[in-house]
């Protein structure tokens, strides 16, 4: 397909906004409906958890490609520089490779709305609760894994939304659901308001949780982890560090070694570093036809893996060919037009499925790197670069740790970034860690995200000469989505993005 035809493709839902179908708020779920009892309370939990990986009806149909978590990466990594477009595709996640969004792309406007679907589902239930007497800790729990849920939404819909806070608490943030009587028609908060709410959700959800239902579950743990990745894109140095270490120090989970690595991501319900995931089974493996590895894995059969680890993150782990986090970067046998790629396998390997696992949501390497990246911008390089070493000598750098000494011509925040972009690749954090830090995104390098790109283009020996705005400044306004046409045309008050 000629990049010609694909743009017509891809704008032309623009000439039909005004007969998409509305989209309701869910009413699968009220306070008539659930029982307030224990048993009702988790049945309508699971339900909420449920949305994060169900294929839901939206707008009318149901699209094998629509799932929050497929989302959810693909939204974050594949407009980042650690993935490559290997061929043009109508799929709409190729907005993100191009930053040529658009109101009425499907993706975002699914991710929006199953968004608000889950934050209302758990609005009900913690209504519900209240009219429970006495709750014992068991009910505490459940209400804590709402507000928790609540939290995690509004915080994921503010990072694709909004401008980072770390630019502009006063911008426009999202539309904050607290309640299932919120009217349709509201305004979108301030970025410090919804930060402010996503917090105050956190830290009452951390109160409530003190039981353990498994890392499928929320956790008072994972309320803090939350907190932590909260604070730090706030910039509170001092908070994240609090936060991080209460999850280091809670002594529920480990880094781990060399050899547990390699089988951690297909393994992450029983990982002890994983703090949450979103639980798949067999009968979950959507295989090609929308699983979130079909897209940047195959073994011949399993799915397009027309999507790739990037020159520019292979060149920053180059000089570590014994990093154990190589093996999640695997060579294509098959060359694309010519071109050596590498297939990305953190979404493969559950049961030994090229299709399945149970994406991680945080986890505890994270926290060490939140701690590093707080200590490093507070001036305590030593502490930063100790947090760091933690994490290398983990992951096969036994011999190449810092030891206090920053690498020559490198700041402390530079040092910790670069481990950030190495450890936490395709896990949905590098466009927020360069935006957030006001750095700029560099993708001058082969792929389909350079626009008017030709086959007799194709050179990876050296930087495509003559393509433009492939440096991404922070301040650029494609950083952020626009507001899905949904909400613009059925709530007048939510003014979309420039």
Request: aromatic share 12%.
């Amino acid at each position: 397909m000629t990049t010609r035809i694909l743009l017509i493709i891809l704008t032309f839902p623009l000439l039909f906004g005004s007969c998409l179908k509305d989209v309701n708020p869910s009413d699968s779920l009220t306070t008539g409906t659930i029982t307030q009892t224990t048993q009702g309370m988790r049945q309508a939990l699971n339900g909420a958890y449920a949305l994060f990986k169900d294929h839901v009806e939206f707008n009318g149909t149901t699209d094998l490609n629509n799932m929050y978590l497929r989302q959810y990466f693909q939204m974050s990594d594949f407009a980042s520089d650690d993935i490559v477009c290997a061929q043009t595709t109508t799929d709409p996640l190729y907005y993100s490779f191009s930053l040529n969004h658009t109101p009425t792309q499907t993706n975002s406007r699914y991710f929006w709305y199953i968004s608000y679907k889950i934050i209302n589902d758990v609005n009900t239930v913690i209504e519900a609760a209240e009219g429970v007497q006495n709750p014992d800790a068991t009910m505490k729990q459940l209400i804590g894994e709402c507000y928790f849920l609540r939290a995690f939404c509004h915080f994921n819909l503010a990072k694709f939304y909004a401008r980072p806070y770390t630019q502009d608490p006063a911008a426009p943030g999202i539309i904050l659901r607290t309640s299932s009587a919120d009217p349709s028609s509201k305004a979108r908060s301030t970025v410090a308001e919804v930060y402010a709410s996503i917090i105050a959700d956190a830290e009452k959800g951390a109160g409530l949780m003190a039981e353990q239902r498994g890392v499928q579950y929320a956790s008072q743990e994972a309320a803090w982890a939350l907190l932590s990745r909260a604070y730090l894109y706030k910039g509170n140095n001092d908070s994240t560090i609090y936060y991080s270490n209460k999850v280091i120090n809670s002594n529920r989970f480990s880094l781990t070694d060399t050899t547990a690595f390699r089988t951690m991501f297909a393994n992450a319900v029983g990982s002890r570093e994983t703090i949450l995931c979103v639980a798949f089974t067999t009968v979950d493996d959507y295989g090609k036809a929308g699983s979130i590895a079909s897209m940047i894995y195959s073994d011949g059969n399993s799915g397009w893996g027309e999507e790739f680890a990037s020159q520019s993150l292979r060149d920053t782990m180059s000089a570590y060919p014994q990093d154990v986090r190589w093996s999640y970067i695997v060579k294509n046998p098959e060359k694309k037009n010519g071109i050596e790629t590498y297939y990305i396998m953190k979404f493969s390997g559950q049961g030994g499925s090229p299709t399945l696992s149970s994406p991680i949501l945080f986890r505890l390497a994270e926290m060490y790197l939140n701690k590093a990246e707080a200590e490093a911008k507070a001036g305590n390089t030593a502490a930063a670069l100790a947090d760091v070493d933690m994490i290398r000598k983990n992951r096969g750098l036994q011999g190449a740790l810092y030891n206090g000494q920053l690498p020559a011509g490198k700041t402390a925040l530079q040092t910790v970034l670069k481990e950030r972009r190495m450890e936490l690749a395709f896990e949905g954090h590098r466009t927020f860690d360069v935006y957030r830090n006001k750095l700029n995104l560099d993708r001058t390098y082969w792929g389909y995200h350079l626009p008017g790109l030709k086959e007799s283009d194709i050179d990876l020996s050296k930087k495509p000469a003559g393509y433009t705005n492939m440096v991404i400044a922070p301040d650029n306004k494609r950083v952020v989505y626009f507001i899905p046409i949904d909400e613009i045309q059925t709530n007048k008050l939510c003014a979309q993005n420039p």
